[in-house]
């Protein structure tokens, strides 16, 4: 992956955050009960992303080698981002519903161990938005479907949610190139 539409291509679909490498689980059981909390969620997970890409380009020259060091800052960065998103697209979102941005810091700390530089600092974080959000919109819209469908109740709920993430995960692992 040299170029950023690589990048954004690749965590979009075979990089996916939630389905193929376990990241925002919470959000994917707790968000998709309708498409318009889905797409919310989503939303903000973006624009966040996409803060946190923007201010890790522009700190990078500043980042010491040290992984640990670079993980730290990531780790800030995350915060800042997770909580200044909500406030940039003027949604009301609680203190603990931003503690749960697993996906956010993931994409983040995915930047330094990709070995990501330049431009591509924001090219990875808002194909893996991207990604987030439509896998959970995609799962909202799937999740109302099963509602109607004959599943026995020992399945029923987070259970018949995750098998289903399980198989679009395998589905999307085809799509390797």
Not at 60 to 76: A, C, P, Q, R
């Amino acid at each position: 992956m040299t170029n950023g539409w690589d990048f954004f291509a690749q965590t979009i679909i075979t990089g996916n955050l939630v389905l193929v490498q376990g990241l925002g689980i919470y959000a994917l059981i707790k968000y998709t009960d309708n498409v318009k909390t889905a797409a919310k969620n989503g939303l903000t997970t973006l624009v966040a992303m996409g803060i946190g890409g923007l201010l890790v380009w522009m700190f990078e020259n500043l980042m010491f080698v040290s992984l640990g060091v670079k993980t730290g800052l990531y780790l800030i960065i995350g915060v800042v981002a997770a909580f200044s998103a909500p406030r940039i697209l003027g949604m009301r979102i609680s203190f603990q519903e931003n503690m749960y941005q697993s996906a956010l810091v993931g994409s983040l700390l995915l930047l330094g161990t990709e070995g990501v530089v330049a431009a591509n600092n924001l090219s990875l974080p808002l194909g893996a938005g991207l990604g987030y959000l439509l896998t959970l919109v995609v799962m909202a819209t799937l999740r109302k479907r099963l509602e109607l469908a004959p599943i026995p109740k020992a399945l029923k709920g987070a259970p018949i949610i995750l098998i289903t993430a399980g198989l679009l995960a395998i589905a999307l692992l085809g799509f390797r190139f």
